[in-house]
């Protein structure tokens, strides 16, 4: 059962331009949500998170939104940059102990000159 | 500074070899331990977590084991690799304790199982 969702395996926008990602979630325990960004043989790198108890948090350019009643939290990029070209990954956490972050299947961003 | 180290980069083994991927923390004490895989074309499954020596579970019944040693080492080990072990193989840590935090990783190890 995948709790976390990313739809989306691919987005490409032009540069300069805004970029949306998507994530969906099942589960109503998930209470900390992130979003981190990996480029190809690297680990993942944390981006930026959002508490349930709010629903917009910023950092530069970049913004996360979360809609606790549709289960859905959305990463916006303005303006996007070609530098911001990798996979970002959704994840959540919530529910059990050790902190552990259960993953979306990531969405690939192609920023286009 | 925290640093989180993972060896080897890179491994091809054949089916039927073991395997150890290690993993050491610096810089922090007491830490959570993951590792995560990502398998082609897949998002990252967390595979073992630990909240200290001795102290690990698993989330996925599998072909693999973990190990933590020592508080800061956390060791990913197979007796006999499948095929479908190949991936990515991610090692992370946190601030242990209750709530929620971020998760830092290693630059991760890629296995190939031939």
């Known amino acids: 059962d995948q709790q976390v969702k990313q739809n989306s395996p691919s987005l490409s926008v032009q540069e300069g331009r805004i970029s949306i990602l998507n994530c969906d979630y099942t589960?109503?325990?998930?209470?900390?949500f992130l979003w981190y960004k990996k480029y190809p043989a690297e680990g993942p790198t944390f981006l930026i998170s959002?508490?349930?108890?709010?629903d917009k948090n910023e950092d530069g350019r970049f913004t996360v939104f979360l809609n606790k009643s549709a289960k859905h939290l959305s990463l916006h990029i303005v303006p996007s940059q070609p530098g911001d070209s990798a996979v970002y990954f959704c994840?959540?956490?919530?529910?059990?102990?050790?902190?552990?972050?259960?993953f979306g299947t990531g969405t690939q961003l192609k920023v286009e000159l | 500074s925290q640093t989180i180290h993972q060896w080897p980069a890179t491994l091809v083994q054949p089916v039927g070899s073991p395997l150890s991927l290690e993993c050491t923390v610096e810089?922090?004490?007491?830490?959570?331990l993951y590792w995560y895989r990502q398998a082609a074309g897949r998002g990252l499954q967390l595979l073992f977590y630990?909240?200290?020596?001795?102290?690990i579970s698993s989330e996925v019944p599998q072909n693999l084991s973990a190990s933590r040693p020592q508080d800061r080492q956390f060791i990913l080990s197979s007796k006999k690799l499948l095929l479908s072990d190949s991936g990515f193989y991610l090692c992370?840590?946190?601030?242990?304790?209750?709530?929620?935090?971020?998760?830092?990783f290693g630059a991760g190890s890629r296995l190939t199982v031939l």
């Open positions: 992370a840590w946190s601030v242990r304790g209750h709530g929620a935090n971020v998760l830092t």
């Open positions: 589960n109503s325990m998930f209470d900390y």
């Open positions: 959002i508490s349930s108890i709010k």
């Open positions: 994840a959540a956490s919530g529910t059990g102990g050790g902190n552990k972050l259960t």
């Open positions: 810089g922090t004490s007491n830490p959570n």
């Open positions: 630990s909240i200290g020596i001795d102290q």
